[in-house]
């Protein structure tokens, strides 16, 4: 059996890394597909990341129209940074769910970060293998679970990466084992679920290049400011083995899918080496707004008291309880503050500005004093500088309401503060500014992030549409799929 049109989504995916193994003869499938497909090369919003880039993709609009800008939000009437699942997002309708209401047959499979949206005529599967591996899988049908259950019974990397510390190279090469066998669990799966029935369109995604690449980044990469030659020569290219492997996939549901089907292939955002101030952005956006010689919020206090008390060792285990009990003091330090930082992806800091009528205890009245607190926060985030290259650690300041329109941009952050990289290795250290004096940037598991690139094949007979945000990807797999009528529900 077959799929009409074959969609393959590929979380943290860097088209440049791609194109150069295809270079060099590594990526037979990649390569192949690339050949026979209209190629698009298109940029992030600004100031967002992956989380955004995967909910725009889906639904076709700007991060205004569905407000998920990152996988924890503010809630503006208590105050509290909740994390998934326990937020409600606004009702958005992804591309699939239209194909549904059609008539139109399909599998969606860990499509990322995208809220369940159970289909009528096809099947659901959402965070069975994808990025965030500690929130609940859901099946629809829950029969799917039974089917999955076959190809795995738990994810291999269910306690994630950062849970305990993984120094050495044995440590980090038996994650990396778990993470391989995770991309060959899903090709397995792929292959025959595809050709058990026949698909108007199948989605089908992996998140494993976002994996190895946050965390294998100064393996891979010889010019990484945390490179270590001896535990490269240990543990090899991990994100070379990674795409190997992903090709493998490609080459498998492709030819699943079959000859006639129209095949899209989805990835990004990239990923390059990580530099990010949003170890610092609390203390940073504090000081800017209550002044440098201002006491310690009650949250700050805890947290410096917390790691002279704990070891480094123990806080990848106690993380989450920290991290609730930090945003639980700071809730009631934000009431009466003009503006604070809230959690974002580390390309790009986030500020929320404590606004009357918006805020439950909102202190900046909207319109011009709005407006001069934006400026407030450009200029003194902008004065502080990277002493190893003297210059401003932003590359752009995103001013939301200007930026973006729609019904839910009042759920972004207000300000977006993307950090520069250029010629920056081994992360921001410590950071200075005349204004606001001298802070230092809490040190990070990763060695990699997203970057704001992301790209479109799809079929040539696309080669004139438009790309050139993620919004603009989900017009033409719609339109693919059109191309031919629903197929007859009785042989279904």
């Known amino acids: 059996m077959a799929a009409r049109t074959l969609i393959i989504g590929l979380d943290g995916a860097d088209r440049r890394f791609i194109d150069r193994l295809i270079a060099e003869g590594a990526l037979p499938h990649f390569k ?13 919003d600004p100031g967002q990341g992956n989380v955004q880039f995967w909910t725009s993709a889906a639904i076709g609009e700007n ?51 995208m809220p369940v949206t159970p289909l009528t005529h096809g099947e ?53 084992d778990r993470v391989f066998s995770r991309i060959d669990i899903k090709e397995s799966f792929f292959n025959d679920h595809l050709r058990d029935k026949d698909y108007d369109f199948y989605i089908a995604c992996l998140s494993e290049a976002h994996n190895v690449g946050h965390y294998y980044m100064d393996v891979e990469d010889d010019r990484h400011g945390l490179h270590d030659a001896t535990l490269a020569a240990e543990i090899g290219k991990p994100l070379r083995e990674c795409y190997r492997r992903i090709d493998n996939v490609l080459g498998a549901v492709i030819s699943a899918a079959g000859d006639e089907a129209n095949v899209f292939l989805l990835g990004g955002p990239g990923m390059e080496e990580f530099i990010s101030a949003n170890g610092a952005i609390d ?16 949250a ?30 700071a809730r009631n330090a934000y009431r009466d503050r003009r503006f604070f930082a809230v959690p974002h992806n580390d390309n790009a800091g986030a500020v929320r500005i404590n606004l009357k009528g918006r805020e439950k205890f909102g202190t900046v009245a909207p319109g011009n004093e709005y407006q001069s607190v ?16 003297g210059r401003s650690i932003v590359k752009r300041i995103v001013d939301t309401s200007k930026e973006f329109d729609g019904p839910y941009r009042d759920m972004l952050p207000d300000v977006f503060i993307e950090w ?16 606001f004096g001298e802070v230092t940037v809490a040190q990070h598991a990763r060695s990699g992030d997203h970057s704001p690139f992301g790209f479109l094949w799809a079929p040539p007979s696309f080669s004139e549409t438009a790309i050139s945000r993620p919004r603009d990807v989900a017009a033409p797999m719609l339109a693919a799929v059109r191309t031919a009528a629903p197929r007859n529900m009785q042989n279904r």
């Open 283 to 298: 203390e940073i956006i504090r000081r800017v707004d209550v002044g440098y010689e201002a006491p310690l919020t009650t």
């Open 374 to 389: 934006i400026e407030e926060i450009r200029e003194g985030v902008s004065s502080f500088i990277n002493p190893a290259t």
């Open 300 to 329: 700050d206090a805890a947290k410096e008291t917390y790691h002279s008390l704990i070891p480094a060792s123990l806080r990848g285990h106690l993380r989450p309880f920290a991290q609730w009990g930090r945003r639980l003091l």
């Open 63 to 113: 991060p205004a129209h569905h407000g998920h800008y990152f996988y924890m939000q503010f809630d503006p009437d208590s105050y509290a940074i909740i994390s998934e699942p326990h937020f409600h997002l606004p009702e958005v309708v992804p591309f699939w769910k239209q194909l549904d209401a059609e008539g139109y047959r399909g599998a969606v499979v860990d499509w990322y970060e």
């Open 420 to 435: 520069d990289r250029t010629d920056t290795h081994g992360d921001f250290r410590t950071l200075v500014s005349e204004l």
């Open 32 to 44: 192949a597909l690339k050949e026979r497909s209209a190629t698009f090369e298109f940029e992030n």
């Open 124 to 176: 659901v599967i959402h965070r069975w293998f994808a990025e965030e591996p500690l929130t609940k899988t859901v099946f629809h049908p829950e029969t799917l679970g039974e089917l999955a259950a076959r190809y795995a019974e738990s994810d291999p990397i269910a306690e994630g990466y950062a849970s305990r510390p993984r120094r050495s190279a044995a440590e980090r090469q038996e994650f990396l």
